[in-house]
């Protein structure tokens, strides 16, 4: 009891007596974006110039007659409580200006997600769908299973599939027309410091693997930096500053395999009960590379198809 007692009543003019700490000197940011710099950077409204960006984006490659599509499909995939929900619901959240919640998240060991659900965007991102799919679990028979992935990729997958991870039904030459045009991966902070859970790691590196084969490409979306950085858990601007932050960033694009330009940090709406307008920014710079990439998917398509037309009328005039 006289050990919690002394916790309980500590000396709060204990600090004063302490030393008294140097000044931190400003550090370089170890990720640059000019309208984020200098005198002018990170103001409030500036989420807003990134959904119209997102948004002049998508509808100048959508209006294509030959691009064959009227969305931009985007799956989310992650482990287990990675926050692959939580990041559609802070999308949604940005997009309501206030704290909402669409897809079903939590802190479950097994995953929320256990249908092929779809989240249309709205206002200015009313031409993107968010596809959310059964989490990757460490355990045999549990989580989404690669077969499934590459189903969804290809659109063959209608919505409200029923993931079951012990069956081996499955659909085979129905295509429902909603391919997928980018992939957004999401992982943890903590977790990537441990290089995630050895067979989590395993069985994500196996989908990569997987992925890699198709023409899309895919970004990687480190979730809660706040409980890596204290810095940036109080000040989100600090982001693009803190060695920690970066630190996580580069795991993940080594366990990914990827580059580092396609790896973004984010802090997702979990348990503010307020918008910061400032913890969009990071968010919808994310969002807005895998759109850069969903575009650039359809376009080379639709170049592709074009090709192949103009070929096949070439051999006809022969």
């Keep these: 009891m006289a050990t919690s007692k002394q916790k309980l009543f500590k000396n709060p003019f204990a600090s ?18 000019k309208e984020l710099t200098g005198e002018h950077g990170w103001q409030k409204e500036y989420y807003k110039t990134l959904l119209t960006r997102i948004k ?36 949604f959240c940005i997009l309501d200006n206030r704290i909402s919640k669409r897809a079903k998240s939590g802190d479950s060991e097994d995953s929320f997600t256990q249908t092929y659900d779809s989240f249309r965007g709205e206002k200015q991102l009313d031409d993107i769908i968010l596809y959310d799919v059964m989490g990757v679990e460490a355990v045999k028979h549990q989580g989404i ?60 590196q ?23 950085c204290d810095e940036t858990k109080k ?7 803190s060695k920690k932050v970066q630190n996580a960033v580069e795991m993940a694009a080594r366990v990914f395999k990827v580059s580092l330009n396609q790896v973004h940090p984010i802090k997702n709406y979990t348990d503010e009960v307020e918008i910061d307008e400032y913890k969009n ?38």
């Design 235 to 241: 000040d989100i601007r600090r982001i693009f500053h």
């Design 56 to 91: 002049n984006n998508t509808t100048s490659v959508l209006k294509k007659e030959d691009v064959g599509s009227e969305t931009i499909n985007i799956m989310m995939l992650g482990y287990v409580q990675s926050g692959k929900s939580s990041t559609i619901n802070s999308i």
């Design 281 to 318: 920014i990071p968010l919808l710079l994310g969002l807005s590379k895998a759109v850069d990439f969903g575009t650039d998917y359809l376009r080379n398509m639709a170049d592709k198809a074009k090709r192949k037309s103009q070929q096949k009328e070439q051999q006809t005039e022969i």
């Design 145 to 204: 299973l690669t077969e499934d992935i590459k189903m969804c990729m290809k659109g063959d997958v209608e919505e409200s599939y029923q993931f079951d991870p012990r069956s081996q039904k499955r659909i085979d030459g129905k295509v429902f027309g909603k391919e997928i045009h980018c992939v957004m991966y999401c992982v943890d902070a903590e977790s990537i410091f441990q290089e995630i859970i050895e067979p989590v790691k395993k069985k994500m």
């Design 16 to 33: 004063l007596r302490s030393k008294k700490k140097e000044p931190i000197e400003p550090v370089e940011p170890w990720r640059v974006y």
């Design 206 to 228: 196996e989908i990569e693997s997987e992925l890699k084969l198709n023409p899309q490409d895919r970004i990687v979306l480190v979730t809660k930096i706040d409980t890596i």
